[in-house]
Antibody, heavy 123, light 110 residues
Framework: EVQLLNSGGGLEQPGGSLRLSCAASGFTFGNYHMAWVRQAPGKGLECVGSISGNDGRTFYADSVKGRFSISRDNSKNTLHLQMSSLRVEDTAIYYCAKVLTTDHSFWYGLDVWGQGTTVTVSS | DIVMTQSPLSLPVTPGEPASISCRSS???????????LDWYLQKPGQSPQLLIY???NRASGVPDRFSGSASGTDFTLTISKVEAEDVGIYYC????????FGQGTKVEI
């Protein structure tokens, strides 16, 4: 069964750091691009960033650029989101997701999602 | 940035009846390769989102054929031919042409 398992959320103070992880199983992890999507309480979905399957190219939303970093360990089938300089507005459920296509140029279709992990930034 | 605007934001539906949701992009999502870079997702209450439609009109694996997507310029439509009770939740469109941006969501309830 294709599955993504989120972990690492919690409560952190403004200005602090957290590292989220996403364990993948049931597919050849290294072949696929991956993404992080967040959802603030009672709000809609926002793409935080993404990473390519093979060459590690990363893309970030302007709201997190310079503060968040996405990485992956293909040998351990694991995706990470390192969050630093956290702000109150980063409070959200964070989902990892698998990209449907393996195309190098066009990424579309988030076809598998983790269960989400909650990050709360508060003093 | 490409802005996605959905309408309506709330949609009461009746089981067995059709329903449709609109999504408009601030720029064309049609690439010269002929594809429209637009996905549709459903987030059921208490669950993670699930992919329904990709590239404007392609149903994802396992998605019932009562769901269909269409495109006309910068206007996109998700249609449910006959609504079922399990279709309640929030529907989102997302453009995938330049980075990814979601619409605000449309809450569908019976």
């Amino acid at each position: 069964e294709v599955q993504l398992l989120n972990s690492g959320g919690g409560l952190e103070q403004p200005g602090g750091s957290l590292r989220l992880s996403c364990a993948a199983s049931g597919f050849t992890f290294g072949n696929y691009h991956m993404a992080w999507v967040r959802q603030a309480p009672g709000k809609g979905l926002e793409c935080v960033g993404s990473i390519s399957g093979n060459d590690g190219r990363t893309f970030y939303a302007d709201s997190v650029k310079g503060r968040f970093s996405i990485s992956r360990d293909n040998s351990k089938n694991t995706l990470h989101l390192q969050m630093s300089s956290l702000r109150v507005e980063d409070t959200a459920i964070y989902y990892c997701a698998k990209v449907l296509t393996t195309d190098h140029s066009f990424w579309y279709g988030l076809d598998v999602w983790g269960q989400g992990t909650t990050v709360t930034v508060s003093s | 940035d490409i802005v996605m605007t959905q309408s309506p934001l709330s949609l009461p539906v009746t089981p067995g009846e059709p329903a449709s949701i609109s999504c408009r992009s601030s720029q064309s999502l049609l690439h010269t390769n002929g594809h429209n870079y637009l996905d549709w997702y459903l987030q059921k209450p208490g669950q993670s989102p699930q992919l329904l439609i990709y590239l404007g009109s392609n149903r994802a694996s396992g998605v019932p054929d009562r769901f269909s997507g269409s495109a006309s310029g910068t206007d996109f439509t998700l249609t449910i031919s006959k609504v079922e009770a399990e279709d309640v939740g929030i529907y989102y469109c997302m453009q995938t042409l330049r980075f990814w941006t979601f619409g605000q969501g449309t809450k569908v309830e019976i």
